[in-house]
Structure formats: structure tokens, C-alpha cells
């Protein structure tokens, strides 16, 4: 009987002891990756870090140009990256490092897409899943409504909906931001969130804050996410914006001033005037980072 036991248990014994095995194996893994990360990170307070600008990615080659890159230059940039041994962090990442609640390795990349094409989602995204790489994504909100209202779907100019803006973010490999709810637009009588000429900058700061507000209301409401930072539109600001802006209780603002950042801990103006590099369809990413390097 005893023997019958054993036997019948046998197949479990050996199961309970692989998984054991397996689990040791992992902890092991697990404890390597960290110490190569610890090093990686190193105690530093400087961190020189590139933050690539992105708009729309389509394989509809009538569009591609200096807002529209094809999927594979995508996919070729993050596999650029990771053969480059950076780490993909995102905006909040670095939010953490300069007020030093954070480290983050010293090689690493930021990968932003402004606007919330629906072609992020439909092209970026999967690659984004596919390496475990990360972005931060400032949709305008006044699009997202508008295209998850009426149902239209369009590589070429439609915008992601709340559901797909919830589904990327809630896969923790997409940040959201705010990008305006409705002034992306440079017209003269608009001029994105910047300051128009000669009006006054109280007049100014209330119209932009009824805007940014609205983007972070509707934001929030569709997706549970309250955005830390804005990317301003057409990179236009001024001192007043970037003072509006902290007021609001954003952590960070992105430009569209090219250049490599070179952020210290506690410096935290900087985090407001973050530089970033233009990925237009046609370039070599490795030539774009070299240029800045
Ligand atoms: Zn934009």
C-alpha cells in the first residue's frame, strides 16, 4: 500500500522539486539583473539623457515625412536602443531621478509621441509590448473625445480613444500627458498654450488653465490617469507658461528645443524646459543621437 502511495506520488515529487529548481534558478536570475542594474545605475547626480520626439508612425508611405515614420524605422530605434544597452524610462522616471526619489540608469533613452494618433496604438504599441520598451504619450484630449464619439478609425488621421489611451496605459508601458484639451492650434488668433501679443498675462494664465484642466478632467475621468507632465504644443511657451504650468502642479514640461539633456538632481527647473530630438521619417536614429552627443 505504502509502496502504491509512493509511486502514484512519485510524478508529484518530481514536479514539486522542478518547479522548486526553476523558482531557485529565477531568484538567482532575478538577484543578477539587479546587481547589473545596480551597477548600471551607479551613484551619480548628473544623468545625460535623450528624449526622442515622435508624432504619427504609418506605413501609408503618401504620409510619412517629417511627423510620420514608417513601423519598421520604429522598430529599428528600439532595437537600436536595446543593442545599445539603454534603458527605456519614462517621463515620470526622470521626474524622480532630479527630485531624487529615484535612480535611474545612467543609459538611458525617453521615447515620447505627441498628439495620440490612432496610429500609435496601431503600430507602436504592439512593437512597444513585443520589446518591453516604454513611452510617454501626450494625446490631445479634445481628439480622443472626439474620434471615441464618432467611431471613426483611420490610420491616416484619426485619434486614439479613451479605451485604446486605458488599455496602453494600464499595460504600465505607457505614460499619458497633456498636450491641451483644445489649443493645438497656431493660427494667429491661437498660438498652442503660449501667450498671444498683447495679452495680459492674467487674462492669459486663466484661459490656458480652463484648458490644461479640462484635458487633465477628461483625462482622468476616461483613463484613472492624472498626467504629471505637459508637452506644449508646437514647443511655444514662455516664463509665463512655465510658471502656469508648476502652478497647476505639473512635475515637467517637454519642448521641442533639439538637444540632450543633461539633468542633475535637484535641479528641478529643468525638468520644464526638456529638450527633445525629432525622429523624422528617412533618418538613421544613431546619426540623430550622435549629432547631440
Ligand atoms: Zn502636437
Not at 106 to 121: E, I, M, P, R
Request: glycine fraction near 6%; include cysteine.
Amino acid at each position: 500500500m505504502f509502496k502504491t502511495i509512493k509511486l502514484q506520488f512519485l510524478p508529484i515529487l518530481i514536479c514539486l522539486l522542478m518547479t522548486g529548481l526553476i523558482c531557485i534558478s529565477a531568484l538567482h536570475l532575478n538577484i543578477n539583473s539587479d546587481i547589473a542594474a545596480n551597477a548600471d545605475i551607479a551613484n551619480t547626480d548628473c544623468i545625460d539623457i535623450p528624449i526622442i520626439m515622435y508624432h504619427a508612425v504609418s506605413d501609408a508611405q503618401s504620409i510619412q515625412g517629417d511627423y510620420v515614420i514608417s513601423s519598421a524605422e520604429f522598430e529599428n530605434d528600439i532595437i537600436y536602443f536595446k543593442q545599445n544597452n539603454y534603458s527605456f524610462v519614462l517621463i515620470s522616471d526622470i521626474i524622480n531621478f532630479v527630485k531624487g526619489n529615484k535612480d535611474i540608469p545612467k543609459k538611458s533613452v525617453a521615447l515620447t509621441f505627441d498628439d495620440g494618433y490612432y496610429n500609435n496604438y496601431l503600430y507602436a504599441y504592439p512593437l512597444i509590448k513585443k520589446y518591453n520598451a516604454k513611452i510617454s504619450l501626450a494625446p490631445i484630449a479634445y481628439f480622443s473625445e472626439l474620434y471615441s464619439n464618432n467611431g471613426e478609425i483611420s490610420e491616416y488621421y484619426s485619434h486614439c480613444t479613451w479605451q485604446q489611451l486605458k488599455e496602453m496605459a494600464d499595460s504600465g508601458l505607457v505614460e499619458l500627458g497633456n498636450h491641451s484639451y483644445n489649443l493645438h492650434t497656431c493660427d494667429g488668433t491661437h498660438n498652442g498654450i503660449g501667450q498671444l501679443a498683447n495679452e495680459d498675462t492674467y487674462v492669459y494664465k486663466d484661459r490656458i488653465r480652463k484648458d490644461l484642466t479640462a484635458a487633465q478632467n477628461i483625462i482622468s475621468e476616461n483613463t484613472g490617469v492624472t498626467c504629471q507632465f505637459i508637452a506644449y504644443p508646437f514647443g511655444i511657451y514662455n516664463k509665463s507658461t512655465q510658471e502656469l504650468v508648476k502652478e497647476m502642479g505639473f512635475s515637467a514640461a517637454l519642448t521641442c528645443t533639439g538637444g540632450i539633456n543633461h539633468l542633475q538632481k535637484g535641479n528641478i527647473d529643468s525638468l520644464f524646459e526638456l529638450k527633445r530630438l525629432i525622429r523624422p521619417h528617412n533618418c538613421e536614429i544613431n546619426n540623430i543621437i550622435e549629432k547631440w552627443s
